[in-house]
């Protein structure tokens, strides 16, 4: 189990196997296409025969003037998009391969503006696919659910009540709802919460501290009440959800 600070965009182009992004095991096979987050534990689950190109970039290099700078801050885009042998697949090899070229240049010829620039040009052909999630968009909602998300990344760990991020975005509840309704299909509570359980899980699996210290650090006071939450919602306690991942590694 995996969990890094920068995205890796891995187009697979022969063979077969399987990998997991935040516990969701996906079918890898030529045209299958990759994105892990920073934050994202990822593990192969069944490597098998899988190959393929393999992209790395902090959150920091897209250009900033371009909205592929909005796209590497979406934390909660889709993580696996099926292409098969389609256009979309044999553009973004090409984009992949001219990468390639320019960063293998010797040394002093590399220039990060190329790279840049063709970085941009690849995430935004990729956020021009349809959503994977039918009745699940993200940009359905607009600004409401965009700036919600952006609240909920900076606070999830330190309140789960949808009053206070309707209160801190100056909008109220219901507005809320049907912002994260639009985009998930779910009401603004279940996404609070989600978000919790899915940190709960990533940390748990990948890290040793203790159950009380993880408790805390996402705003539980009491390790109880953390136990009943994760339990909840994920249906297993938190040490049986660590031992069955940990074992895993």
Known sequence: ??????HTL???TEGSGEHAIDFVTYPCRPGTLLWVRPGQVQSFVRPGTAN???????????????S????VNEWYGPACRQLGASPTYALLSTLLG??????D???????????????ATMLLQIDRLPHPDSGADPRASGEVYTRFRAELERSYATTRRAADYAHRLGYTVKTLTRACTAATGQPVKHVIDGRVALEARRLLA????????LARRLGFPEPTNFGKFFTRHT????????????SQQ
């Open 105 to 119: 240049r010797p040394e002093q010829d590399v220039s990060a503006e190329i790279l840049q620039l063709l970085l």
């Open 206 to 213: 990948h890290t040793d501290e203790p159950v009380a210290t």
């Open 98 to 103: 001219q990468l390639r070229a320019e960063y």
């Open 10 to 12: 891995t187009l697979i």
């Open 68 to 71: 592929a700078d909005r796209l």
């Open 52 to 66: 393929g190109t393999h992209l790395l970039f902090t959150p920091a290099f897209p250009p900033h003037a371009s």
């Open 1 to 6: 189990m995996h969990r890094v600070d920068f």
């Open 235 to 246: 249906g297993v306690t938190p040490g049986a959800f660590r031992q069955a991942h940990q």
